[in-house]
């Protein structure tokens, strides 16, 4: 199945707020630019950021335009379990494979989520955690080389990065969100699904007591998981539960 047209304008929309290009506050490009970016009648485009209205990711002003919202308000944040641990405690068998794995210049956007220059070099690891031989999640996670210098060092085949950041860092502070996204073509080829099927993302950037160490993105299929927490409302932290298969 082909992505539909006003989908591709709001991915576009979104793909520029999360790097930064639609800034939070500022207006975006109007509907007769986007029609025109595009091909399409301004209705598509309409109905895109009307959706994108509906879900607060927009903010619609008579007279003046569209705008970004302020960002959503998260919920607070969980403790960390690697990925690697939470497959096998559940008596099932895990299996890392890798994608890409390299050195790359820190783009505008991830320059800012690692508190780092523009352009400083970053660890990129792109890889695939696989559940009894299923897709679990895609991740790619960018790794500070200043305050992490020997990550690359690691065999990763053997190791999830997750789990030797946290065997080897103290982890003090972490923020994360999860929000809901529709498979691109590429994303389902990697998590073996159908192309615009729904699926979960989790942005988390993590402290150590050194700083800053790591950016990660996860993206699991929704038809397959769930994210299940409980909380006692006496304790004073939350604490995650790993994920179940439905």
Known sequence: ??????????????????????EEGKQIPSEHILAKQFG?????????????????????????????SSKRVASPPIRIVDISTEILSRGSEYRIEM??????????????????????????????????????????????????????EQDFLNISPGKYLLSHYDLVEMDQTIEALIATKELAQFLQID???????????????IGLISYAEFTYPASRYKLQSHLTLRDTEIFNIPMDTL
């Open 195 to 209: 192309e615009n099927s729904a699926c979960l993302s989790t942005k988390r950037r993590t402290w150590s007591t």
């Open 40 to 68: 399409v009648s301004r209705m598509t485009v309409n109905r895109a950021i009307v959706e994108l209205s509906q879900q607060g990711v927009l903010k619609r002003v008579q007279g003046s335009g569209t705008f970004v």
């Open 99 to 152: 994608i890409a794995q390299k050195l790359q210049s820190a783009s505008k956007s991830i320059a800012k989520k690692l508190e780092i220059p523009e352009g400083e070099t970053v660890y990129f690891c792109h890889l695939l955690h696989h559940e009894n031989n299923i897709p679990l999640a895609m991740e790619k996670r960018y790794v500070s080389r200043t305050l992490v210098p020997r990550f690359f």
């Open 1 to 22: 199945m082909s992505i539909p047209v006003y989908k591709k304008v709001q991915n576009y929309i979104l793909e520029s707020i999360e790097n930064d290009i639609f």
